[in-house]
């Protein structure tokens, strides 16, 4: 870090020494400009256009040190417990806090209480499925039976056969880092890192799913978390909630995922374009617009409807879900589908309010900015153990003092 920082210092003089400061080459700017407006001519006006290009020159490059300059701070002090530290995960946080919200009767309240119970009914009300109609079931069987997609019994086969171990440590190897983790604390850099000695159990906890056809406990729980985004911060809608799950989940999810790829284009209508891998939603709409050429010629009465879902991407119909895979021959029966956890929203909605300070929290444990200081602690933990395996050193039991290395 030393020579990085005398390196730094030595090409700062090499610059000043090529280059002016910036207040000089703005004096100078300022005063050839001062000599256009008196004497117009071609001459004058290059040496402006050179002192105004050379001042520019110079402000991206002490742009460039800059950057340079945190990078270097960053490195040495970025993941320390400092000052600097603390005052980057306070301005984050700040950032991500809800201090005022403007309920459904449009007054705006910075009260904590009201702030936390507005936020559980919102979304007690956004996760509760509403009670349905007398008359929904039967035409829900209607839809259905207008379908005549069904998957192989290859496809079915493929859904419901355990997958090799192979194919697991394909997965975890191929997901992507620097992801929020959930409950467990554990990120997929975490996993990959310490594979040698988790891989077991990461075996185990796959095989259980598909012979139990659930998860255990901790994986069937999720953390909500509140992210802003662009808009009016005072309006809950405004704020995207994202579940943090666990490692395991998201391991499954992808096997998953990774064996309805394939089958996604066969038992979805051509209609829905999005979400199925070679369709584009641009086909959609080309479509839409040809259809409004053909209106604007056409003598018929047309009329275009838009919906536009609530939070279409955070709840589901589980009933209707069930029924859909069961028409498609997902071959599971209803009971058994209600037994497969992974599809059920987690049951654990961790909410946490401090009292003595107006913030609203929704997270748990690093956010997907702070996940490096876990990984490097798990990354020795690592390979402390496998040292003690290369060593031939008995591992230790529980409650047990853990053995030191020579």
Known sequence: MGRIRHAFRKQKQELNKEIPDIKLLQEDLTRMRRIVQDRD??????????????????????????????????????????RFFFARYKAKMAQER???????????????????????????????????????????????????????????????????????????????????PGIDGVTFEVLVECWSFLQADCYEMVA????KRGLKGQDKKGVIRLIPKEGDRLLLKDWRPITLLTTTYKVIAKILALRLK??????????????????????????????????????????????????????????????????LGAGFSRKNLAEISIWKIPRKISIEARKRRKILKMTYGYGTKHTNTCN?????????????????????????????LE
């Open 41 to 82: 001519s071609e001459e004058n006006r290059n040496a402006f256009e050179a002192a105004l290009n050379l001042l520019r020159k110079r402000e991206q490059l002490d742009a460039h040190m800059f950057r340079v300059r945190c990078r270097i701070r960053w490195i040495r002090d970025g993941e320390a417990p400092t």
């Open 262 to 327: 394939s089958m996604l284009p066969d038992i979805i209508d051509v209609q829905q374009t999005g979400f199925v891998a070679g369709r584009s939603i641009v086909d959609n709409v080309l479509s839409l617009r040809l259809a409004q050429e053909w209106a604007a010629t056409s003598v018929q009465d047309v009329l275009f409807i838009k919906l536009d879902f609530q939070k279409a991407y955070d709840r589901v119909s589980h009933k209707y879900l069930w029924a859909t895979m069961a028409a």
């Open 208 to 211: 259980w799913f598909w012979d």
């Open 376 to 404: 490097r602690c798990w990354r020795t933990v690592g390979q402390y153990w496998r040292t003690l395996a290369t060593a031939g050193k008995p591992l230790a039991t529980a409650g047990e003092p853990l053995p030191l």
């Open 98 to 180: 809800i201090n005022a919200l403007q309920l459904e009767s449009e007054l705006i309240t910075m009260d904590e209480e009201r702030i936390f119970e507005e936020v559980r009914r919102t979304f007690t009300q956004l996760y509760q499925e509403e009670p349905e109609a007398d008359n929904v079931e039967q035409l829900r069987q209607d839809l259905l039976s207008l379908t005549d997609k069904r998957l192989t019994t290859s496809q079915n086969r493929s859904l419901r056969t355990r997958p090799t171990e192979e194919f697991i440590k394909e997965v975890v190897f191929s997901l992507p880092s620097d992801k929020a």
